[in-house]
């Protein structure tokens, strides 16, 4: 059996043969948001470090060579003999109030109604004022395209056509979950809200991250 770092290098070279997918991106237009307030649901206590997230993100997106919109981040805890290894996953917050929306001189980056922080590539001019307005390092320039800014986009094209976002599909843990926060899956709302009345989200937007294990509610 591969071991996740063997794993993710085999998912790296299959995203190599993807080049060219997006080879007309920087031209593309805006992507339309799906009906609804849609939310992602993060908990930490179930991520199992396979990266199937990463490798699934990066399928999906084609994102510059050694960029990721999603990470995985390893953390050690305790000390010898009694040391673990966790993870947690980490992306775009999606924030209500998002610092990198207000940096941004053209209007490329902007908060859509559905929750998502959007990126138009028709109006960013590469000036990279919305990085380091950024408090959580998620998005990068993309060199091949003029230093246009990237990040995760909460998968707008698959939501629109019905499908979860491709970090979400792929995690087998169920670490991800994702939904409308305002219905009709109640089971997704009542999950949500499961996690704020906890106080377990330590997020202000449409990604919500959590380090109690919740269990599992895909939309």
């Known amino acids: 059996m591969e071991d996740r770092r063997t794993f993710i290098k085999h998912g790296l070279l299959l995203c190599a043969g993807a ?4 080879a007309v991106r920087g031209e593309a237009a805006p992507k339309k948001c799906p009906d ?45 003999p009694h040391a673990s290894l966790g993870f ?13 929306v207000k940096a941004c001189p053209t209007g ?3 908060k859509d109604p559905c929750g998502a922080v959007t990126m138009d590539w028709s109006l960013c001019n590469g000036c990279g004022a919305c990085l380091p ?3 959580h390092n998620a998005r990068f320039a993309d060199t091949r395209f003029g230093n246009r800014a990237d990040k995760c986009d909460l998968c707008l094209d698959r939501i629109s056509q019905g499908l979860q976002p491709a970090c ?52």
């Open 19 to 22: 080049g060219g997918l997006l």
């Open 36 to 80: 609804g307030q849609w939310t992602m649901v993060v908990d930490s206590a179930l991520c199992t470090g396979c990266n199937a997230c990463m490798v699934a993100c990066k399928l999906q997106h084609n994102t510059q060579k050694g960029k990721f919109n999603t990470h995985v981040v390893e953390e050690e805890k305790g000390t010898f």
């Open 88 to 100: 947690s996953p980490t992306l775009c917050h999606h924030c209500d109030d998002a610092p990198c």
């Open 108 to 110: 490329a980056s902007a």
């Open 133 to 135: 307005a950024c408090p």
């Open 168 to 219: 979400v599909e792929n995690c087998a843990s169920g670490a991800r979950t994702f939904g409308r926060s305002d219905g009709p899956n109640e089971a997704f709302a009542g999950h949500m809200e499961k996690i704020r009345r906890h106080n377990e989200n330590d997020s202000n937007g449409a990604v919500l991250f959590c380090k109690g294990n919740t269990g599992g509610t895909q939309a």
